[in-house]
């Protein structure tokens, strides 16, 4: 339980400081804050991958690196999987968490819905960074309906 509150409060922290520190403001601040959040995800993503042993990296289709990010890796962060999967099966893939916990400490309601994505930021970078050490480049935006949940 300790970690996760240390794990939450330090995200909460790099989150003021990338929105922090003359950035610029308004859209381009906004903006520039994404970018530096999603390269934080990115960079953690990569390292979380290469410390997994190569034997578990091997995945026959890509379907099967979906579920492992929504099983293994996703419980390895958020000590949780992913409430949902779904796919196209056009290499689309939609990834649901119900109670996501970066945001189940936000207020709920409509009018902080334009603060969540800087809540997701890193997280789109994290995933996007290990489908990048797994050999596969992707594209990973989240939006959310309502608070807490959020969609990949």
Not at 14 to 25: D, K, L
Not at 58 to 86: P, S
Not at 137 to 147: D, K, N, R, Y
Request: with cysteine.
């Amino acid at each position: 339980m300790a970690d996760e509150t240390l794990f939450q409060l330090l995200h909460t922290e790099v989150v003021a400081a990338a929105y922090g520190g003359g950035r610029g403001s308004g859209d381009e601040g906004q903006r520039n804050g994404l970018t530096v959040l999603e390269g934080m995800g990115f960079r953690v993503g990569q390292g979380l991958a290469e410390r997994l042993p190569r034997g578990a990296l091997v995945f026959k289709e890509e379907l099967d690196t979906i579920k492992f990010l929504c099983r293994d890796l996703w419980g390895a962060v958020f000590r949780k999987q992913t409430d949902n999967l779904r796919t196209n099966h056009q290499g689309t893939y939609i990834l649901q968490d119900n109670n996501f916990p970066f945001l189940t400490q936000m207020a709920w309601g409509q009018q902080y819905l334009e603060e969540a994505p800087k809540f997701l930021a890193f997280t789109c970078g994290l995933l996007r960074g290990t489908l990048s050490a797994l050999g596969i480049e992707s594209s990973v935006t989240a939006s959310v309906a309502s608070l807490p949940a959020w969609t990949k």
